[in-house]
């Protein structure tokens, strides 16, 4: 088995959580390798173990039977995008202050010696493919583990939009935008805007609805808001009509 950590290093001063799990791991037989998340910022001065070799994410990822990534989740966000393009599984260590994707706190790493003999079994999260396109042109293409937002931008306007769900138009809305998440992504910014929360399986729904300005008071009778959150049955495609931006 061969497993890549990744740990992001504002976090993991000195890679120390990293190195001790690749101590658990290594104990048990299992090949691994360390990796850095992203390409830190320049002039940054981070705390790096000297003597341990850092492999490229890029390399090492088509390679491995698993992921473990030491952070908050955003970490594991940043992540799950290259590892879905692979089909490996991703495992979070939680090194930030609530770690809702992480399934494992540091306290915990002992527990990383039953991956050895297959004591562990992978849920099945699902994600968006999302695409912006302008006519037949696909200007954007990507993956999303939480969630996609259309909004109006930083222009004070409102945004006309509507929504459709396999191409069948489904509801028309004025506002701020339009949140698009997957179960997973449910407690993100979809909760902050007044969405469901959805046990995150694969099989059930994703759902969209407006964002909306905090409570105002109003000096004459109040605007509807018709628009709900919406859950979709799964599979569909949600989007907007074309030539829509």
Do not use: W
């Not at 495992?91 to 010696?113: C, H, K, P, W």
């Amino acid at each position: 088995m061969r497993v890549v950590l990744s740990s992001n290093p504002y976090r993991d001063k000195g890679l120390r959580v990293a190195l001790e799990a690749r101590r658990i791991l290594a104990r048990s037989g299992t090949e691994t390798a360390l990796c850095l998340p992203f390409v830190p910022r320049k002039g940054d001065r981070l705390e790096l173990p000297r003597q341990v070799r850092l492999e490229s994410m890029e390399e090492a990822l088509p390679q491995a039977d698993l992921l473990i990534c030491f952070g908050g989740d955003g970490t594991i966000l940043h992540a799950a995008r290259d590892a879905a393009l692979h089909d490996v599984p991703v495992l979070g260590v939680n090194m930030g202050s609530v770690g809702f994707m992480a399934e494992l706190e540091r306290s915990e790493l002992s527990l990383l010696s039953r991956l050895a003999v297959g004591d562990y079994h992978v849920e099945g999260r699902m994600m968006l493919q999302v695409r912006l396109m302008r006519g037949d042109k696909v200007l954007v293409e990507d993956l999303a583990l939480n969630d996609a937002v259309i909004s109006k931008g930083s222009i004070a306007r409102v945004a006309e939009l509507e929504v459709l769900a396999d191409e069948v138009p489904l509801s028309s809305m004025t506002g701020d935008g339009v949140i698009v998440s997957t179960p997973t992504g449910s407690t993100a910014y979809s909760m902050s805007a007044g969405g469901p929360i959805v046990a995150p399986m694969p099989e059930l729904p994703r759902f969209s609805h407006p964002i909306r300005n905090p409570p105002a008071r109003y000096p004459y009778p109040k605007p509807s808001l018709p628009m709900r959150p919406l859950t979709l049955t799964y599979p569909l495609t949600p989007g907007l009509p074309s030539g829509q931006s």
